[in-house]
């Protein structure tokens, strides 16, 4: 989200229902595991993780 904002590109992002979408659930994801796992950084899932 941040690189949506700092690109100055939110508007036309936030017209593309499924890059929303796409985002929400990937947002989603990294919460979830997050929230399983004890530690800041070690919680932080990988890339593999969040692809599954």
């Known amino acids: 989200m ?9 508007v036309d992002f936030l017209k ?4 929303v979408r ?3 659930v990937f947002a989603g ?11 800041a950084i070690p ?3 990988s890339m593999d993780e969040l692809m599954y």
Do not use: Q
């Open 29 to 39: 994801k990294c919460g979830a595991i997050t929230t399983t796992r004890r530690g």
């Open 43 to 45: 919680a932080l899932p």
């Open 2 to 10: 941040g690189k949506v904002l700092s690109l100055g590109e939110l």
């Open 22 to 24: 796409e985002m929400l």
């Open 16 to 19: 593309d229902k499924e890059k």
